[in-house]
């Protein structure tokens, strides 16, 4: 597996550009060269130089500064909501299967309903909700999204349930709970990965496109959404302004994305 | 008639030799045997004859004459209808010969350029003649179906009566009654048999002696891409020289270990 | 005996299964013949106990079964299905495949797993040395040994193999059937074999049930060559191998 995804490239730039944006996401106020908040209005839209290596926004701040602690923010919204939208889909699809029935058709119903909701309404429906902006951007996001993916995780629970491989489990012993833990869980695992590593570039654009209809966190954060919107009214003066953010952005979920897509075809050839 | 000397086929990507220098000749009026089992290149080497490989997957080289013309090269010129008049091939699987979402009716009367009334008339004679020699008596009924409405059997058995029509002057069977029920089998080797009778010349691959024994003078044994035996076909199957030869001698006739 | 008694399935419209009765031995080899869509496949799920009929009875040694204690007599009763490589959970080893029933089933600690493992692989000729391998990295014939490994760990009383031997090459297929039928004169199980395949049938048989639509149509009880069927069907069934035994001069 590890051996397959090595030799693969388009997994590996898919790796380099993930790991990329952990590493920045990291040792964000090690490589920022200024402080992303300091407001210097005498150097408001300054040429890029050695202080600022791609120039200042209209209110003097630190263009790369204020990225690369960008990618902090994003990140530290994105990676909880997915890894929360990952345990209650995995939760939901094994109970589904696992009492089946009633509580599986009831599930279905559930879902039904809220897949009905545009993802979007609800979550501008929920930002307002908490004191911490944060916050309640993750729970937004959790709660419109957690529907599409728990749909997705019942399927593959109940395609791998389906193989004839389980009859023969079923034959050596196994419990129900034995094997949803031990193989289900286990065969699926690869498409999970896949499935969470694009829903987290998802989840990053979802974060900025927030931020861009105001939604998002105070103003002034340094968030590449936010820096998108800010960017947005000088497009025809300084069209670099909203390239830059624009680009972050592109960068991290087409990392995600390639990552997950290349790790898709591995898995399952044959799909896709 | 056809003449194969050192047929050489390797994939382009893995570098693998699949078919490794294989020689053999039919003569018209022959038949002749390909056995051997998955991963022998038996099937690769019928698709080379018909030239059904895929140049960007498959390197082949060594020569094939069909009626003392090379066939291989990229400037040979095959008449129109070469493959179907001249070769034919009835492949394994009869569900995938067939396009699943047109008729059978419309299916066959595409392969065949039919103008005026008086042809169509003809065919259609012709065609019931063809489905009442492999069994299949109520025309009408098979040709208004779609494939999956038959069973593989019978699917296999209206391939063979349509291939026939056209009288191909090789006709090459790639293990045609592998997938059909055992009744279907009977058909399709009496009609083989009635054709080889006839005059055609055949290839025959198979896994089976018996197949082999009632369709082909002669056999060549294949094992990973080479011919590793050749002879008369009762020779072959009563005193073989090779213990792979032996092996699969044994697994045809598994019953006669049995209670036989 | 492993009983089935006027045993009827339908899915949907479809008869699959129509009153159908037949007797499995204890230590003889049953053969059922068909072709495909005879409802034969049916018929093992229900004898193996994963499907319950819709009406007539299962009966494990004398007792009948139903949804209850088909869980508890699952171990007597074992399946090997056709294709091998997608009905072994392709994550495990194959020295896991093995160590499942006779931990689950059969409650042996690590000492007795590994020691039975070894048995195992010496009964149905597996290489040691390939145990440690995933079930994906096997060759056909290593899964399909695998497979049959895995049903003689539960220690069962009847094996069903469902269409266990089609698609294997011809010289594979001979080597393990050789093999099994030298193990079913050691061990005391009945094997049920289902097929297409009249060979198969013939080679290994002590009984043969012929079935077709649905339904038994005829029974060979003792079954000494080709020529004991009276059905037409069945008949039909032995022309082409009879066919080609004369072309071989048999």
Same mark, same amino acid.
């Given at each position: 597996?590890?051996?397959?995804?090595?030799?693969?490239?388009?997994?590996?730039?898919?790796?380099?550009?993930?790991?990329?944006?952990?590493?920045?996401?990291?040792?964000?106020?090690?490589?920022?060269?200024?402080?992303?908040?300091?407001?210097?209005?005498?150097?408001?839209?300054?040429?890029?130089?050695?202080?600022?290596?791609?120039?200042?926004?209209?209110?003097?701040?630190?263009?790369?500064?204020?990225?690369?602690?960008?990618?902090?923010?994003?990140?530290?919204?994105?990676?909880?909501?997915?890894?929360?939208?990952?345990?209650?889909?995995?939760?939901?699809?094994? #109970?589904?299967?696992?009492?089946?029935?009633? #509580?599986?058709?009831?599930?279905?119903?559930?879902?039904?309903?809220?897949?009905?909701?545009?993802?979007?309404?609800?979550?501008?429906?929920?930002?307002?909700?908490?004191?911490?902006?944060?916050?309640?951007?993750?729970?937004?996001?959790? #709660?419109?999204?957690?529907?599409?993916?728990?749909?997705?995780?019942?399927?593959?629970?109940?395609?791998?349930?389906?193989?004839?491989?389980?009859?023969?489990?079923?034959?050596?012993?196994?419990?129900?709970?034995?094997?949803?833990?031990?193989?289900?869980?286990?065969?699926?695992?690869?498409?999970?990965?896949?499935?969470?590593?694009?829903?987290?570039?998802? #989840?990053?654009?979802?974060?900025?496109?927030?931020?861009?209809?105001?939604?998002?966190?105070?103003?002034?954060?340094?968030?590449?959404?936010?820096?998108?919107?800010?960017?947005?009214?000088?497009?025809?003066?300084?069209?670099?302004?909203?390239?830059?953010?624009?680009?972050?952005?592109?960068?991290?979920?087409?990392?995600?994305?390639?990552?997950?897509?290349?790790?898709?075809?591995?898995?399952?050839?044959?799909?896709? | 008639?056809?003449?194969?000397?050192?047929?050489?086929?390797?994939?382009?990507? /893995?570098?693998?030799?699949?078919?490794?220098?294989? /020689?053999?000749?039919?003569?018209?009026?022959?038949?002749?045997?390909?056995?051997?089992?998955?991963?022998?290149?038996?099937?690769?080497?019928?698709?080379?004859?018909?030239?059904?490989?895929?140049?960007?997957?498959?390197?082949? /080289?060594?020569?094939?004459?069909?009626?003392?013309?090379?066939?291989?090269?990229?400037?040979?010129?095959?008449?129109?209808?070469?493959?179907?008049?001249?070769?034919?091939?009835?492949?394994?699987?009869?569900?995938?010969?067939?396009?699943?979402?047109?008729?059978?009716?419309?299916?066959?009367?595409?392969?065949?350029?039919?103008?005026?009334?008086?042809?169509?008339?003809?065919?259609?004679?012709?065609?019931?003649?063809?489905?009442?020699?492999?069994?299949?008596?109520?025309?009408?009924?098979?040709?208004?179906?779609?494939?999956?409405?038959?069973?593989?059997?019978?699917?296999?058995?209206?391939?063979?009566?349509?291939?026939?029509?056209?009288?191909?002057?090789?006709?090459?069977?790639?293990?045609?009654?592998?997938?059909?029920?055992?009744?279907?089998?009977?058909?399709?080797?009496?009609?083989?048999?009635?054709?080889?009778?006839?005059?055609?010349?055949?290839?025959?691959?198979?896994?089976?002696?018996?197949?082999?024994?009632?369709?082909?003078?002669?056999?060549?044994?294949?094992?990973?891409? /080479?011919?590793?035996e050749q002879g008369k076909t009762l020779d072959v199957f009563s005193s073989p020289q090779t213990e792979y030869t032996r092996e699969l001698?044994?697994?045809?006739?598994?019953?006669?270990?049995?209670?036989? | 005996?492993?009983?089935?008694?006027?045993?009827?399935?339908?899915?949907?419209?479809?008869?699959?299964?129509?009153?159908?009765?037949?007797?499995?031995?204890?230590?003889?080899?049953?053969?059922?013949?068909?072709?495909?869509?005879?409802?034969?496949?049916?018929?093992?799920?229900?004898?193996?106990?994963?499907?319950?009929?819709?009406?007539?009875?299962?009966?494990?040694?004398?007792?009948?079964?139903?949804?209850?204690?088909?869980?508890?007599?699952?171990?007597?009763?074992?399946?090997?299905?056709?294709?091998?490589?997608?009905?072994?959970?392709?994550?495990?080893?194959?020295?896991?495949?093995?160590?499942?029933?006779?931990?689950?089933?059969?409650?042996?600690?690590?000492?007795?797993?590994?020691?039975?493992?070894?048995?195992?692989?010496?009964?149905?000729?597996?290489?040691?040395?390939?145990?440690?391998?995933?079930?994906?990295?096997?060759?056909?014939?290593?899964?399909?040994?695998?497979?049959?490994?895995?049903?003689?760990?539960?220690?069962?009383?009847?094996?069903?193999?469902?269409?266990?031997?089609?698609?294997?090459?011809?010289?594979?297929?001979?080597?393990?059937?050789?093999?099994?039928?030298?193990?079913?004169?050691?061990?005391?199980?009945?094997?049920?074999?289902?097929?297409?395949?009249?060979?198969?049938?013939?080679?290994?048989?002590?009984r043969i049930y012929v079935m077709r639509f649905g339904k038994m149509i005829e029974t060979l009880d003792d079954p000494k060559s080709f020529?004991?069927?009276?059905?037409?069907?069945?008949?039909?069934?032995?022309?082409?191998?009879?066919?080609?035994?004369?072309?071989?001069?048999?």
């Open positions: 597996m590890i051996g397959k995804i090595l030799r693969k490239p388009q997994a590996l730039i898919g790796i380099a550009m993930m790991l990329t944006v952990f590493a920045v996401m990291i040792f964000a106020p090690a490589f920022a060269p200024n402080d992303p908040g300091k407001v210097d209005i005498m150097q408001k839209f300054a040429e890029p130089c050695k202080q600022y290596p791609l120039g200042t926004d209209d209110m003097g701040r630190c263009i790369t500064s204020r990225l690369i602690c960008g990618a902090r923010v994003s990140m530290s919204i994105a990676l909880p909501t997915i890894g929360a939208i990952a345990v209650i889909s995995v939760l939901l699809a094994a #109970v589904c299967s696992y009492i089946g029935g009633i #509580v599986d058709k009831l599930f279905v119903i559930v879902s039904n309903i809220f897949m009905a909701l545009p993802p979007f309404l609800v979550a501008m429906t929920l930002v307002g909700l908490f004191e911490s902006k944060a916050l309640s951007i993750v729970i937004s996001i959790v #709660v419109a999204m957690w529907v599409w993916n728990a749909q997705v995780v019942r399927t593959y629970v109940l395609r791998e349930k389906s193989k004839p491989y389980i009859i023969t489990c079923r034959m050596s012993g196994c419990s129900e709970l034995r094997i949803i833990l031990r193989h289900i869980i286990p065969n699926i695992f690869p498409h999970l990965l896949v499935l969470y590593s694009t829903g987290l570039s998802g #989840v990053i654009i979802m974060i900025s496109s927030y931020a861009f209809l105001g939604l998002g966190l105070e103003t002034g954060t340094a968030e590449w959404g936010a820096m998108l919107v800010n960017a947005n009214k000088l497009i025809f003066s300084h069209p670099e302004l909203i390239v830059y953010p624009g680009l972050c952005i592109l960068f991290a979920a087409a990392g995600f994305n390639l990552f997950g897509e290349a790790l898709r075809d591995i898995c399952d050839p044959r799909e896709g | 008639m056809l003449k194969v000397n050192g047929l050489e086929i390797t994939a382009r990507t /893995s570098k693998e030799r699949l078919v490794k220098g294989i /020689s053999f000749e039919v003569g018209k009026g022959e038949t002749l045997g390909l056995i051997g089992e998955s991963g022998s290149g038996k099937s690769l080497t019928s698709k080379a004859v018909i030239k059904l490989l895929n140049d960007r997957v498959f390197e082949i /080289s060594g020569s094939i004459t069909w009626k003392n013309e090379e066939i291989l090269t990229k400037k040979a010129k095959l008449p129109k209808g070469w493959r179907g008049q001249q070769i034919a091939m009835i492949m394994q699987n009869p569900m995938t010969a067939f396009a699943p979402m047109i008729r059978l009716g419309r299916q066959i009367e595409m392969g065949f350029e039919l103008k005026g009334k008086n042809a169509r008339q003809e065919f259609y004679e012709q065609l019931e003649i063809a489905l009442k020699n492999v069994n299949l008596g109520d025309m009408k009924k098979i040709l208004g179906s779609y494939p999956d409405e038959l069973s593989g059997g019978m699917l296999q058995r209206v391939m063979i009566a349509v291939t026939l029509m056209k009288k191909p002057e090789l006709l090459i069977a790639d293990e045609c009654t592998t997938a059909v029920d055992a009744a279907s089998e009977y058909m399709i080797l009496k009609q083989l048999e009635t054709q080889r009778k006839n005059g055609m010349s055949m290839i025959v691959i198979t896994h089976d002696f018996g197949v082999a024994a009632r369709l082909c003078n002669r056999v060549a044994v294949m094992k990973s891409g /080479s011919i590793i001698a044994a697994a045809s006739v598994l019953f006669r270990e049995g209670v036989c | 005996m492993l009983k089935a008694e006027n045993v009827t399935k339908k899915y949907g419209q479809q008869t699959a299964v129509d009153d159908v009765s037949l007797k499995v031995q204890d230590n003889a080899v049953t053969v059922i013949v068909g072709e495909s869509g005879s409802g034969k496949s049916t018929l093992a799920r229900m004898l193996s106990l994963i499907e319950s009929p819709d009406s007539g009875e299962i009966i494990l040694d004398d007792k009948k079964t139903d949804r209850k204690s088909a869980k508890a007599n699952r171990r007597l009763v074992q399946l090997v299905m056709q294709d091998a490589a997608s009905s072994l959970d392709p994550h495990q080893s194959a020295r896991q495949v093995i160590d499942e029933p006779l931990k689950l089933l059969l409650g042996f600690d690590k000492a007795k797993r590994a020691k039975r493992t070894d048995e195992l692989c010496d009964m149905v000729q597996f290489p040691k040395d390939r145990l440690k391998n995933k079930v994906s990295e096997l060759s056909g014939g290593q899964q399909k040994r695998l497979c049959i490994a895995r049903a003689l760990a539960a220690e069962p009383k009847y094996i069903i193999f469902d269409e266990s031997f089609s698609g294997l090459d011809v010289t594979l297929r001979r080597c393990i059937l050789t093999m099994l039928k030298k193990l079913r004169e050691k061990l005391e199980t009945g094997f049920l074999i289902i097929t297409h395949d009249l060979d198969t049938a013939m080679y290994m048989a002590d020529l004991d069927f009276k059905e037409n069907y069945s008949k039909e069934l032995v022309r082409a191998a009879e066919y080609k035994r004369q072309a071989l001069k048999l």
